[in-house]
Antibody, heavy 120, light 108 residues
């Protein structure tokens, strides 16, 4: 069974960028979408967008367009999420999650989450 | 964007009782592209139901989903102590995917 393993916690200053990785362990990313979501402290879940690694196709939520970039390595076994122009409101747990199929984005496999703290 | 409104905000029930959680969409969710998740403190969400009524792999039969269009329901029959969690609905009909604000289920 594939697992998604994310990179460790990050602390950044306002205005800087952060790049979080999501690696597939025990399986492949090629047949499925990978989505990025976040959850601010004590808040609900927010979808940031998705990438289809086999084609490199991306779809960003309007709220994050221009500030977020999804990418993959060549395998692809790892997906990256880079968020720029960070502000305090970006402090959250960031998750990658795999869709059930390449077209159905109900998320059946989740990474463990990466805490990103934005503080001066 | 589709706004999902969950009710009630908090539900407090005893073991063995039935829980009924509601999720209402601001516009019709086509294809019943509606999912339910369970999230416990400090953990990532777990997929319970997708396609409005299909149980995800490994999910006990006491979790069931129903509904279509704008009104969806998650039912948990015969509550157990480990069902204490926050439950979210999510649509994946079209971008942007959105989540409800969550229902906190407390087991007395």
């Amino acid at each position: 069974q594939v697992q998604l393993v994310q990179s460790g916690a990050e602390v950044r200053k306002p205005g800087s960028s952060v790049k979080v990785s999501c690696k597939a362990s025990g399986g492949t990313l090629t047949k499925f979408s990978i989505n990025w979501l976040r959850q601010a402290p004590g808040q609900g879940l927010e979808w940031m967008g998705r990438i289809l690694p086999i084609f490199g196709e991306t779809n960003y939520a309007q709220k994050f367009r221009g500030r977020v970039t999804f990418s993959t390595d060549k395998s692809p076994s790892t997906v990256y999420m880079e968020l720029s122009s960070l502000r305090s409101e970006d402090t959250a747990v960031y998750y990658c999650a795999r869709g059930i199929t390449s077209l159905l984005d109900a998320f059946n496999i989740w990474g463990q989450g990466t805490i990103v703290t934005v503080s001066s | 964007e589709i706004i999902l409104t969950q009710s009630p905000g908090t539900l407090s029930l005893s073991p063995g009782e039935r829980a009924t959680l509601s999720c209402r969409a601001s516009q019709s969710v086509s294809g019943s592209y509606l999912a339910w998740y369970q999230q416990k403190p400090g953990q990532a969400p777990r997929l319970l139901i997708y396609g409005a009524s299909t149980r995800a792999s490994g999910i006990p039969v006491r979790f069931s989903g129903s509904g279509s269009g704008t009104d969806f329901t998650l039912t948990i029959s015969r509550l157990e102590p480990e069902d204490s969690a926050v439950y979210y609905c999510q649509h994946y009909d079209k971008s942007p995917y959105t989540f409800g604000q969550g229902t906190k289920l407390q087991i007395k």
